[in-house]
């Protein structure tokens, strides 16, 4: 393995270039708080020659989303990038990427979803999109913001899963904060990806077919559901298969779910995205002190790894889940309905502490994870009862 070159950059930064590395044939995008800084780059990296790609500067969000439907359809590679309300105003074009099959990469700045407006990073915008048949990807900081980028292109292109994937970083800490980044040779990428040779471009002219049409009837409409959802359970393989094989080139792991201290651990913490450095931090010093504390993180979100969630947390005492968003009217915040899922579909009476955190940018501090592992022994000695609660808040 050649000696890596390690500089400075922002998520937003490695995001673009990764693009730019793929090379898509299109990318269609408005700039919105804090994704803009993606697309600026993309856009001069088009102005000064370095890549051959169509930019399309649309009027909305919407439009960027139906551009790049049009154009996947077509056959082409293509590429957006988004944030907050921005993807909200793509909520309709979501879901007919994924029913058309259209291998569209999306890199989405994760920012709250106003009202109060508020233009800092949480997952209120990204767990929008949850039901919609997108592959799903979280990095914790920029070099995985980078690499989910790149893998993003294998895993929608994949013959098997053939949808759009979303690769998300929280906005501001890790699409703006410089990072210790490293980033592989332009002909290795290329090399990687490949070129893209669509097996059934959508709109042929020389064998036009019928695209999005009419589903006349709830079974026909049904079918081609249960086929998207064996597509989209296809992109955990994919992930996993084109994540080893791009850990082999870099030399930097690629799990579905990375975990740390977590394989003795009594009390464990589940957190996605940037939190997990906190939390990393927080165990490191707890295991100095003789606690058995530990982290897991899926990267994945959708499908979502149930069997490595379950592997890595089936001997815990006590578990956390952090949301950095809340799921308003159900019982527990996303994330923590997927980890509760697990264990019940398991068989698991293991005790889950639910905390909603980092909601427009709040900081998530490491008195805030203390607090967590505290609560989690509480937990197991019957003096808290792990109910819902606003993390770092008095109510």
Same mark, same amino acid.
């Given at each position: 393995?050649?000696?890596?070159?390690?500089?400075?950059?922002?998520?937003?930064?490695?995001? +673009?270039?990764?693009?730019?590395?793929?090379?898509?044939?299109?990318?269609?995008?408005?700039?919105?708080?804090?994704?803009?800084?993606?697309?600026?780059?993309?856009?001069?990296?088009?102005?000064?020659?370095?890549?051959?790609?169509?930019?399309?500067?649309?009027?909305?969000? %919407?439009? !960027?989303?139906?551009?790049?439907?049009?154009?996947?359809?077509?056959?082409?590679? =293509? +590429?957006?990038?988004?944030?907050? *309300?921005?993807?909200?105003?793509?909520?309709?074009?979501? %879901?007919? /990427?994924?029913?058309?099959?259209?291998?569209? =990469?999306?890199?989405? !700045?994760?920012?709250?979803?106003? /009202?109060?407006?508020?233009?800092?990073?949480?997952?209120?915008?990204?767990?929008?999109?949850? $039901?919609?048949?997108?592959?799903?990807?979280?990095?914790?900081?920029? *070099?995985?913001?980078?690499?989910?980028?790149?893998?993003?292109?294998?895993?929608?292109?994949?013959?098997?899963?053939?949808?759009?994937?979303?690769?998300?970083?929280?906005?501001?800490?890790?699409?703006?904060?410089?990072? =210790?980044?490293?980033?592989?040779? $332009?002909?290795?990428?290329?090399? #990687?990806?490949?070129?893209?040779?669509?097996?059934?471009?959508?709109?042929?002219? $020389?064998?036009?077919?019928?695209?999005?049409?009419?589903?006349?009837?709830?079974?026909?409409?049904?079918?081609?559901?249960?086929?998207?959802?064996?597509?989209?359970?296809?992109?955990?393989? +994919?992930?996993?298969?084109?994540?080893?094989?791009?850990?082999?080139?870099?030399?930097?792991?690629?799990?579905?779910?990375?975990? #740390?201290?977590?394989?003795?651990?009594?009390?464990?913490?589940?957190? &996605?995205?940037?939190?997990?450095?906190? =939390?990393?931090?927080?165990?490191?010093?707890?295991?100095? *002190?003789?606690?058995?504390?530990?982290?897991?993180?899926?990267?994945?979100?959708?499908? #979502?790894?149930?069997?490595?969630? &379950?592997?890595?947390?089936?001997?815990?005492?006590?578990?956390?889940?952090? @949301?950095?968003?809340?799921?308003?009217?159900?019982?527990?915040?996303? &994330?923590?309905?997927?980890?509760?899922?697990?264990?019940?579909?398991?068989?698991?009476?293991?005790?889950?502490? $639910?905390?909603?955190?980092?909601?427009?940018?709040?900081?998530?501090?490491?008195?805030?994870?203390?607090?967590?592992?505290?609560?989690?022994? *509480?937990?197991?000695?019957?003096?808290? @009862?792990?109910?819902?609660?606003?993390?770092?808040?008095?109510?």
């Amino acid at each position: 393995m050649a000696d890596k070159n390690y500089f400075s950059a922002t998520g937003n930064a490695m995001v +673009a270039d990764a693009i730019r590395q793929c090379e898509p044939d299109v990318m269609a995008a408005y700039p919105i708080t804090p994704q803009t800084t993606i697309v600026e780059a993309y856009a001069k990296f088009v102005a000064d020659g370095r890549v051959h790609t169509e930019y399309v500067p649309v009027e909305s969000e %919407h439009s !960027a989303l139906s551009a790049c439907i049009g154009a996947s359809a077509a056959g082409a590679r =293509v +590429a957006t990038a988004t944030s907050s *309300q921005g993807l909200a105003y793509m909520y309709e074009e979501l %879901h007919i /990427a994924s029913g058309m099959r259209l291998p569209i =990469v999306m890199a989405n !700045a994760n920012r709250a979803i106003s /009202a109060p407006i508020n233009i800092h990073g949480d997952h209120s915008d990204i767990m929008g999109m949850r $039901d919609s048949g997108w592959v799903m990807l979280f990095a914790e900081n920029a *070099q995985e913001a980078y690499d989910n980028t790149v893998l993003a292109f294998k895993v929608a292109e994949d013959p098997n899963v053939l949808l759009p994937v979303c690769t998300a970083l929280d906005g501001f800490v890790t699409t703006h904060a410089m990072d =210790v980044c490293c980033k592989e040779e $332009d002909e290795v990428v290329k090399k #990687f990806v490949g070129d893209y040779h669509p097996e059934f471009p959508l709109l042929d002219t $020389d064998n036009p077919t019928g695209q999005g049409m009419f589903g006349t009837l709830g079974n026909y409409y049904m079918k081609t559901k249960l086929i998207e959802r064996r597509a989209n359970e296809a992109a955990l393989e +994919a992930f996993e298969k084109h994540g080893a094989e791009w850990a082999e080139i870099t030399g930097r792991p690629v799990k579905a779910v990375d975990t #740390f201290e977590a394989e003795d651990a009594d009390y464990i913490v589940v957190v &996605l995205g940037s939190c997990a450095g906190n =939390v990393r931090h927080k165990v490191k010093e707890l295991r100095a *002190q003789g606690k058995k504390v530990g982290l897991v993180r899926p990267r994945i979100f959708r499908p #979502f790894p149930a069997e490595q969630v &379950l592997e890595a947390c089936k001997g815990a005492k006590a578990v956390a889940v952090l @949301d950095r968003s809340d799921s308003i009217g159900a019982a527990h915040g996303p &994330l923590a309905l997927e980890v509760r899922s697990v264990f019940q579909e398991a068989g698991l009476a293991i005790p889950v502490n $639910d905390y909603i955190v980092g909601l427009g940018g709040a900081d998530v501090t490491l008195e805030h994870v203390q607090q967590v592992f505290d609560q989690l022994e *509480q937990r197991v000695a019957g003096t808290y @009862d792990g109910s819902l609660s606003y993390l770092g808040i008095e109510e």
